[in-house]
């Protein structure tokens, strides 16, 4: 069974008025249980107590068909860069993880999204990496980038080497917690739009945030890739 990783109340947003746009975020029914799949910097064990305020130790792996991850979600407010973001895509897959939120919750996360949409997911297109059986009811999420903020990586809008260290940290945390070895690996090749344009901002994160990483096996992930990319951003 799975248990709610977000709790009405415990996450650090403030429920606002304005109503919503509901093509964007669509009205919930609140007499079914509610499901959201992460597939971004939220992997991360230490992101997710910061935001939540509480440490959860169940979430389920998961397979998402119909969806491509890449660094696709340009930022241009709070510095310049790409972040991950996810987009409908016939044939793709990525991996991430289910938790189960309350609809307040969902509704108050909502309010802060000026560059995602959540969007419904058939539940045929989830699959468990473990074995453990997908819920057989409830409301299946997934947030996924605007058209208007979806963006592959450019010089002015490069990767930030810290979000790249979240992300696979959070990778690495599930690969171990739940013993898929293959996890981290998956996660990189389920991304796409890994490009040239990629900073290295490490020592001094550009959004200011400051989060334990693993960075030692984060950069034996990171040697794989093709092409030596990342080689030529450890060496800046």
Known sequence: MLVSLL?????LF????????TDCFPVLDEKQPQYVVVYGRNMHENIREKNMKKKYDSQ???WVSGYQRGWM??????GKYTTIGAAPEAGKLL?????EAGPGLINSYDRTEHRMCRTRVDRKAISSMTGQMIPTKGEFWIYITQKASRHQPAGMFPILMSEVDEFLTGCIEQAKQFNLTNFPEQCIDTTDFWSRHWTNDRERPLTGRLV???RSKVDDLLSKLKGGLYENVRSE
């Not at 979600?73 to 709070?78: D, G, L, N, S, V």
């Open 7 to 11: 709790v009405a109340g415990s996450f």
């Open 14 to 21: 403030t429920p606002e008025t304005k109503a919503l746009d």
């Open 73 to 78: 979600t340009r930022i241009k407010e709070e």
């Open 95 to 99: 991996n991430g993880i289910l938790v």
């Open 60 to 62: 389920l792996p998961v």
């Open 212 to 214: 334990q990483v693993k």
